[in-house]
């Protein structure tokens, strides 16, 4: 290829190479998690959250097959509104570049884009995992944690997954999971999962001081910084159980497999919620971005 594939904003350049913060963030939340307008206003309000702790925000996406660090307002509201606005993950990221495509990134694709740009902390709602079914569905997301020396800051992985299976598959593949003020896996619209975190953190000082270790040991994987929905906005348990076997009986009868199942099960979920959980996704996006970006600032 002629060029550098990664094409970093100017203001991103700038705050790379004085060694200040920044947090890089996914598209496919905008593009494919969150309904309109809702997925615009809450893009903006991320980047906001992110200055307003004095980090700068870092938003990736595939644009004209170009893989952009950093987009301006005009390029965010394609990626939120435009049509045709594919669903990028690591696998798809040679066939857009060679095909100039547009598109949002995933979890998975934005931390290959982001570590290759020289940024060390990402921040997004719930990571993808091993779904739940006979057909083995393990997001790709979960790969890439794997190989990707980066602090992911999340609520655990998406409810509408196998989280035990996710769990078991964090620890074979050596993802140390923190408890961000909490001592058990949040399960994205839900406080609590039963399952274990590695250690609990309660700052950002002590979640840095366990990432540079890991870098000092040379520990090649993601450092997932779990931390739960907000308390006032947490969806209550049985409303959640309903709505989530609901959309998974109604995506097994629509026959929704591979990249659309997300984001069908999302989408259902907020409809028969009456918006409950997009108000805990919205709200579990803006408590992780503005830890993340403290994160970032002790890091540096
Ligand atoms: N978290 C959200 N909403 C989303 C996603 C995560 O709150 O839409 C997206 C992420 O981009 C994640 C993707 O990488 O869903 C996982 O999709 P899949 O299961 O197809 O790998
Ligand atoms: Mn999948």
Same mark, same amino acid.
């Not at 938003?59 to 509201?77: H, P």
């Given at each position: 290829? *002629?060029?550098?594939?990664?094409?970093?904003?100017?203001?991103?350049?700038?705050?790379?190479?004085?060694?200040?913060?920044?947090?890089?963030?996914?598209?496919?939340?905008?593009?494919?998690?969150?309904?309109?307008?809702?997925?615009?206003?809450t893009?903006?309000?991320?980047?906001?959250?992110?200055?307003a702790?004095?980090?700068?925000?870092?938003?990736?996406?595939?644009?004209?097959? $170009?893989?952009?660090?950093g987009?301006?307002?005009?390029?965010?509201?394609?990626?939120?509104?435009?049509?045709?606005?594919?669903k990028? !993950?690591? /696998?798809?990221?040679?066939?857009?570049r060679? $095909?100039?495509?547009d598109?949002?990134?995933?979890?998975?694709?934005? +931390?290959w884009?982001?570590h290759?740009? =020289?940024i060390?902390?990402?921040?997004?709602?719930?990571? =993808?995992?091993?779904?739940?079914g006979?057909?083995?569905?393990?997001s790709?997301?979960?790969?890439?944690?794997a190989r990707?020396?980066?602090?992911?800051?999340?609520?655990?992985?998406? +409810?509408v997954l196998d989280?035990?299976?996710? $769990?078991?598959?964090?620890?074979?593949? !050596?993802?140390?999971?923190?408890?961000?003020g909490?001592?058990?896996?949040?399960?994205?619209y839900s406080r609590?999962?039963?399952?274990?975190?590695?250690v609990?953190?309660?700052?950002?000082?002590?979640?840095? /001081?366990?990432?540079k270790?890991?870098?000092?040991l040379?520990l090649?994987?993601?450092?997932?910084?779990?931390?739960?929905?907000?308390?006032?906005?947490?969806?209550?348990s049985?409303?959640?159980?309903?709505?989530? *076997?609901?959309s998974?009986?109604?995506?097994? /009868?629509?026959?929704?497999?591979? $990249?659309?199942?997300?984001?069908?099960?999302?989408?259902r979920?907020?409809?028969?919620?009456?918006?409950a959980?997009?108000?805990?996704? +919205?709200?579990?996006l803006?408590n992780?971005?503005?830890?993340?970006?403290?994160?970032?600032?002790?890091?540096?």
């Amino acid at each position: 290829m *002629d060029q550098n594939p990664i094409i970093t904003s100017p203001d991103v350049a700038a705050a790379l190479a004085a060694g200040k913060p920044v947090v890089a963030l996914e598209s496919t939340v905008i593009a494919h998690g969150l309904p309109r307008p809702q997925n615009i206003e809450t893009a903006a309000r991320l980047e906001q959250i992110v200055h307003a702790e004095g980090a700068t925000p870092a938003t990736i996406a595939v644009i004209n097959g $170009r893989f952009c660090v950093g987009l301006d307002r005009a390029q965010l509201d394609q990626i939120a509104t435009g049509q045709d606005i594919k669903k990028l !993950s690591v /696998r798809d990221l040679a066939i857009a570049r060679a $095909r100039k495509w547009d598109g949002a990134t995933t979890v998975a694709s934005t +931390i290959w884009v982001a570590h290759r740009a =020289g940024i060390q902390v990402f921040a997004t709602g719930g990571i =993808g995992g091993v779904h739940r079914g006979s057909l083995p569905d393990v997001s790709a997301d979960l790969t890439e944690l794997a190989r990707t020396p980066m602090i992911v800051v999340c609520s655990g992985a998406k +409810i509408v997954l196998d989280l035990p299976a996710t $769990r078991e598959w964090l620890e074979t593949n !050596s993802v140390t999971v923190v408890g961000y003020g909490c001592d058990e896996m949040p399960a994205f619209y839900s406080r609590r999962s039963e399952l274990p975190v590695d250690v609990r953190c309660d700052s950002p000082e002590d979640v840095v /001081r366990i990432f540079k270790t890991e870098a000092d040991l040379d520990l090649r994987s993601a450092l997932l910084v779990t931390i739960p929905v907000p308390t006032a906005d947490e969806v209550d348990s049985s409303l959640l159980q309903e709505v989530l *076997d609901e959309s998974l009986v109604e995506a097994e /009868r629509k026959k929704i497999v591979g $990249r659309d199942l997300t984001p069908f099960l999302l989408a259902r979920m907020s409809e028969t919620s009456k918006g409950a959980t997009l108000r805990a996704n +919205i709200a579990l996006l803006q408590n992780n971005v503005l830890v993340a970006a403290q994160i970032a600032m002790a890091l540096i």
